[in-house]
Every structure is written in C-alpha cells, then in structure tokens.
C-alpha cells in the first residue's frame, strides 16, 4: 500500500506560479511510476504530467507542456509539480497518483493504483 497526500493548492491569480507537492507513505516509494491528473467541475479526470522512478523521463500534456514542470525526490519520497503562467482553465482540484503503468500509457488514470485527496487549485482572471 502507498499513502499519497498532496498540499500546496489554493488561490492564484491568472500568469501567477504554485507548487504543489505530494507526499508518500508505505511501499517504497521510489520504484513507482508518479502521474498528476486534475478534474474539473463536470468534467472528467484528465491526465496533467508523470515521471518514472529514476526521474529522468517525463511526460506532459499538450495543455501544460512549456508551463508545468514535475519532479521528484525519492529520499524524501515527494513529488513535485511547479505550475508557472496559471491560466483560468487549469483551475481544477489536482490528485497526485502512483502505480505502473506500462510504456505508453502514462496518461490513463486506470494505470495508476494509488491516489491521494486531491489539493484545490483555482487560477482568478
């Protein structure tokens, strides 16, 4: 079992920055596969960024690529993701997830085994 808890949300202004972290507990942490996905009011759960285990390849959405960077730190077993030039539309609650998901399948939420709450993240115009 893996325990995700994420932190770092709240109430930025439209081209402001936020990071968001999210903490993990149980299994060892370093060997999984770390994804973030955000769902909007009455949409569904889309994926944002993930990182795999040596932090050396990353992936993003079409949506985020040039603005959110995700990271991680696997002695502190933390993941990161640093959101810059915030848009209205990335104003979503953010869940930090962790599983295996094969090669080519990092953005399928169903992939992921473990996820956290959720952190809050709304972007003002």
């Known amino acids: 079992q893996v325990q995700l808890v994420e932190s770092g949300g709240g109430l930025v202004q439209a081209g402001g920055s936020l990071r968001l972290s999210c903490a993990a507990s149980?299994?060892?942490?370093?060997?999984?596969?770390m994804g973030w996905f955000r769902q909007a009011p009455g949409k569904d759960r889309e994926f944002v960024a993930a990182i795999v285990w040596s932090g050396t390849n990353t992936y993003y959405a079409d949506s985020v690529k040039g603005r959110f960077t995700i990271s991680r730190d696997n002695a502190k077993n933390t993941v990161y993701l640093q959101m810059n030039s915030l848009k209205p539309e990335d104003t979503a609650v953010y869940y930090c997830?962790?599983?295996?998901?094969?090669?080519?399948?990092?953005?399928?939420?169903?992939?992921?085994?473990?996820w956290g709450q959720g952190t809050q993240v709304t972007v003002s115009s």
């Open positions: 997830a962790a599983g295996y998901p094969a090669s080519g399948t990092y953005y399928t939420k169903s992939e992921y085994a473990y």
């Open positions: 149980g299994r060892t942490f370093s060997y999984y596969i």
